[in-house]
């Protein structure tokens, strides 16, 4: 168990409205990431931290924002949610120490209607 | 972006049979992960590789980094009920925090 937990766990949205996921961690890991879960794509970087402000895009980063404001939290935020990002979607951390070994939260399922 | 191929899509085993899944790259990568993903779960992280030629266990798991450094393997030996589920490989190039993943296997296994 990396500490990690994810919230909300499920939620469902209307087009148009936004949306912000939060991934919490306990113990003042580095590196934080988002993914996207879809059939048929497997797991795709969103966006990721590797410190409290510091932030960079992934593969599939349109239509989202981050911020990472204190090293327990990374929020992913959809400014204005679209039926295309309905999704499971998980946050990750590398444990300090171990080089590129990520472990993931929980997961949320996001239903954009 | 990078791509990581993953094969076979799915697989339908019996019970005690021996499983083999692989990962091919058309590139480099210095690192190579195998995670399990239970439904409704998060990928759990099962064996990490960071030499080529490495072959590492974990229970009745084995991987290998591919001695070119483009391609990983999964071994079960004497699957059980509860190894179902999508195995991900992942791998990262040159000194990246980053990860790609491989699109998964899916196995099921029939007792």
């Known amino acids: 168990d990396a500490g990690i937990t994810q919230s909300p766990r499920h939620k469902v949205t209307e087009t148009g409205t936004p949306v912000t996921l939060r991934c919490h961690q306990t113990e003042n890991h580095r590196y934080m990431y988002w993914y996207r879960q879809d059939p048929g794509h497997g797991l795709r970087l969103i966006h990721y931290?590797?410190?409290?402000?510091?932030?960079d895009k992934g593969e599939v980063s349109d239509g989202y924002s981050v911020s990472r404001s204190k090293t327990e939290d990374f929020l992913l935020t959809l400014e204005s949610a679209t039926s295309s990002q309905t999704s499971v979607y998980f946050c990750?951390?590398?444990?300090?120490?171990?080089?590129?070994?990520?472990?993931f939260g929980p997961g949320t399922r996001l239903t954009v209607l | 972006g990078q791509q990581l191929n993953q094969s076979p899509q799915s697989m339908f085993i019996q019970e005690g049979e021996d499983v083999s899944m692989n990962c091919t790259s058309s590139?480099?990568?210095?690192?190579w992960l195998w995670y399990k993903q239970d439904p409704g779960e998060g990928p759990v992280l099962l064996i990490a590789?960071?030499?080529?030629?490495e072959l590492t266990s974990n229970g009745r798991l084995t991987a290998q980094f591919g001695i070119t450094r483009k391609d990983s393997f999964l071994n079960i030996s004497a699957s059980i009920p509860s190894d179902v589920g999508i195995y991900f490989c992942a791998g990262s190039q040159g000194g990246s925090e980053k990860l790609v993943f491989g699109k998964g296997t899916k196995l099921t296994v029939n007792p």
């Open positions: 990750a951390i590398i444990l300090s120490g171990v080089y590129n070994e990520q472990f």
């Open positions: 590139s480099i990568f210095n690192t």
């Open positions: 590789l960071y030499k080529a030629g």
């Open positions: 931290s590797y410190g409290v402000k510091d932030t």
